[in-house]
């Protein structure tokens, strides 16, 4: 995917936290370079959030093994600064799904 595209529903994503009330900021060069584990930085609810985001245009996300890795280590960086960890994903005929990420994926 572009990743003008990326890019795109990254601000789509913090537009709607922002529209339901929450602090959300995009990571400058998200995306970019060895370091970055993020898109986003969600404050909600008292609670600090991580977040990927990924869109489809598929029914269900079937992330490959490099965005399998890319998750693992948000959700490593997440544990170790006691933080959470998501996935927001748009499914780009249905709307959004935003799931915690507790645990690495398989």
């Not at 990254?10 to 995009?26: L, P, Y």
């Not at 029914?59 to 693992?72: E, F, G, V, W």
């Not at 544990?79 to 398989?106: F, M, Q, T």
Request: aromatic share 6%; net charge positive; glycine share 6%.
């Amino acid at each position: 995917m572009p990743r003008h595209n990326n890019k795109r529903y990254e601000n789509e994503f913090v537009n709607m936290m922002i529209k339901n009330g929450h602090h959300c900021e995009r990571i400058a060069g998200s995306g970019c370079g060895k370091e970055s584990v993020c898109d986003c930085i969600l404050f909600k609810d008292g609670l600090v959030y991580l977040v990927e985001v990924k869109a489809t245009k598929e029914a269900r996300l079937y992330p490959r093994a490099h965005i399998k890795k890319q998750l693992n280590k948000m959700v490593a960086v997440a544990k170790k600064s006691n933080v959470l960890a998501l996935l927001a994903i748009k499914y780009k005929r249905k709307g959004w799904d935003v799931e915690e990420l507790s645990s690495p994926i398989n």
